[in-house]
């Protein structure tokens, strides 16, 4: 079967706290992170109704599993396209990865070699100034390595800013 894991943060725990209780309960961190998107006092009752049947972990990780994941994903060190994701979607790349340093942790969201992960990332750089202050660098510069990658897989020549996609669409 599969299993959706929920990710929060740390401060920001209230979907935790309501599969620990079986009922919405509020979260009594301080809101204090990174990942606004995801700071939220109280479920969305709605929410919580379809993720309380679906989800089957709920996992609370700290802000640096949102840095180490945003800066992964914009310096691709693995030779796979850069990507500009915000705190609040990388946090679940942040997970993964620190799966990967403990066997435990993999051990406890059955993660093995044979497991098939699917990463939703759902936002880009909502704050351009912050996410420069994460990554080291700027959006429009991961955004430019990006158009490279892309031009450099399909054998085009570097155009400086327009990608292959926007050629085609004036086909």
Not at 37 to 42: E, I, K
Not at 51 to 60: N, Q, Y
Not at 101 to 125: P, T
């Amino acid at each position: 079967m599969p299993r959706c894991i929920i990710v929060e943060p740390t401060q920001a725990d209230c979907l935790f706290q309501s599969a620990k209780h079986g009922e919405l309960r509020n979260t009594s961190g301080t809101l204090d992170t990174i990942m606004a998107g995801l700071a939220c006092r109280v479920p969305s009752p709605a929410a919580w109704k379809i993720l309380s049947w679906l989800a089957s972990d709920f996992v609370t990780v700290a802000d640096e599993a949102a840095i180490r994941g945003m800066r992964v994903l914009a310096q691709a060190p693995e030779g796979d396209i850069p990507i500009v994701i915000g705190e609040s979607s990388a946090v679940s790349l942040g997970l993964l990865m620190a799966a990967g340093d403990n066997a435990s942790l993999r051990q406890k969201l059955g993660i093995n070699g044979k497991s098939q992960i699917l990463v939703f990332g759902l936002e880009g750089a909502t704050d351009p100034r912050i996410y420069e202050q994460i990554v080291g660098t700027s959006h429009l510069t991961v955004f430019e390595a990006q158009a490279h990658f892309e031009e450099a897989e399909a054998g085009l020549p570097c155009s400086h800013g327009a990608s292959k996609h926007e050629d085609d669409l004036r086909m």
